[in-house]
């Protein structure tokens, strides 16, 4: 009997998925892979779009790239050990690519694995699913965006790869009908060049205020504020950024109070406050409730949905979902291990119980608030992954992520401009570009791969 699979997004997780699939493809069941993407290419949010808001289909955006985008962490802890950025470039590249490479080095991985956009029904939205729990059957509704036609069929496994970073999540601030400047959320942000020699707010205390940030001072805002809610930003910024803690209202004459009573004026504010976790497909019993945090709930080993009730009969199995350190490696691990249960080829899986997968979360969940450092907490997430699949690759990157930070803790502005060691060839540290971060206007492939 032939085992069907939805695959819901043609992301890095998607897409990794049906590489998955690809090389398992002469083990364990015949599976038949259906993949709904809704953008009109596979790529997920490493795909730069002008648009904001909705697409040209009136959906709302996936994309959240930005011009100039360089990746923010060492390549080296994303590689994979089957195909290195030496075998896709043939070359030493410098740790920290912008956004076009990262998407190029994705496409290589995919031809390399033979997969394609011709993989992926693209300009699909996926409507609404339903589980049938006498057939253990997923019937799923799907819009063809580009053609205006419904579409039904029915699955046995569902895999929700899309993501949970394209809901914007923007926090109430008292008075704010009072500021009469630019708002916007980081997820519509695309251009440093829009806030030349303006006075910045930024409202978040992460990855985005940080790097948004130091873009906008790049190309020539007079000023960056960066406020946080909890805690400042640990890292080293420049002296001419400021932070401070979180806003307490706008007053009346449109200037923003901070809870520490000072008083300023801004000419844009940009939202660096997270996202939410939504999946507006599916039904309630099986829709993952969480924010972004390292260990989400009802997830076994981080991938199959369980719950006291057991919906969706562990049929439903969710990747890229946690909060991310590891990001390419681990969703290679999660695509595998969700391509191999479904083929039936994890006897040691199968044969663990509903009770005991609940215990198992439980413990993950307890580990992860025990061990206060998420970076290893999640490596050895990824450990655990791979002992389930048998695999041998050495996916630790922790001495790449502590060199990282204590580069971080020195400088925002130079941290890019260093290289690190990959663990799969013999090579030695990546070159450092001939162009360091801070003096770099040019984000393409080629500007890029020719900059060492």
């Known amino acids: 009997m032939v085992v069907k699979v939805c695959v819901v997004g043609a992301g890095p997780c998607g897409m990794l998925t049906l590489c998955a699939y690809k090389k398992l493809k002469s083990a364990g069941a015949d599976v038949q892979v259906t993949c709904y993407e809704k953008q009109d290419v596979p790529g997920g949010l490493w795909n730069l779009t002008w648009r904001t808001g909705t697409d040209k289909y009136g959906e709302p955006l996936h994309n959240s790239q930005y011009r100039d985008l360089f990746s923010n962490g060492p390549k080296e802890c994303l ?13 030493q590249i410098p740790s920290y690519p912008p956004r076009e490479v990262l998407l ?52 046995d496994y569902l895999i929700v790869a899309t993501g949970h970073f394209s809901f914007p999540y923007l926090p109430p601030v008292k008075g704010f009908e009072n500021f009469m400047g630019r708002s916007l959320h980081a997820h519509d942000f695309r251009n440093s060049l829009e806030f030349v020699d303006q006075d910045v707010l930024f409202v978040g205390g992460s990855y985005s205020a ?14 960056a504020t960066v406020c946080y809610r909890s805690k400042p930003i640990p890292y080293k910024f420049p002296e001419c950024v400021k932070q401070r803690p979180q806003i307490d209202y706008v007053d009346s004459d449109g200037e923003v109070v901070f809870s520490d009573g000072h008083k300023q004026k801004f000419d844009s504010i940009v939202f660096c406050t997270g996202y939410l976790v939504k999946f507006p497909f599916l039904p309630s019993d099986i829709t993952l409730r969480c924010g972004n945090i390292v260990c989400p709930p009802n997830l076994y080993q981080g991938i199959q949905f369980v719950n006291e009730q057991n919906s969706g009969n562990g049929r439903v199995l969710y990747l890229g979902m946690c909060d991310q350190w590891y990001t390419f490696t681990m969703f290679k691990m999660q695509a595998w291990w969700a391509a191999a249960l479904t083929k039936g080829l994890l006897d040691d899986v199968n044969n663990v119980g509903l009770q005991k997968k609940l215990e198992s979360v439980k413990m993950w969940e307890e580990k992860a608030d025990s061990m206060n450092n998420d970076c290893l907490f999640q490596r050895d997430y990824i450990m655990a992954l791979c002992k389930d699949l048998k695999c041998n690759d050495n996916l630790d990157t922790d001495k790449q992520f502590r060199e990282w930070m204590k580069l971080k803790y020195t400088d925002l502005v130079t941290y890019r401009d260093y290289g690190h060691e990959s663990n799969f060839d013999e090579l030695g540290v990546a070159p450092n570009p001939n162009v360091a971060w801070w003096k770099n206007f040019d984000d393409s492939l080629k500007a890029f791969v020719d900059n060492v």
């Open 210 to 223: 940080e790097d948004i940030s130091l873009q906008c001072l790049k190309y020539g805002a007079k000023s």
């Open 79 to 91: 590689e994979f050990p089957d195909y290195t950025f030496m075998d896709h470039f043939k070359k």
């Open 104 to 155: 190029d080095y994705l496409q290589g991985y995919w031809k390399h694995c033979d997969v394609s956009a011709d993989d992926v029904l693209l300009s699909h939205c996926v409507r609404n699913v339903e589980f049938d729990n006498d057939t253990n059957k997923f019937h799923v509704t799907t819009e063809d965006l580009a053609n205006n036609k419904t579409i039904k069929d029915s699955f």
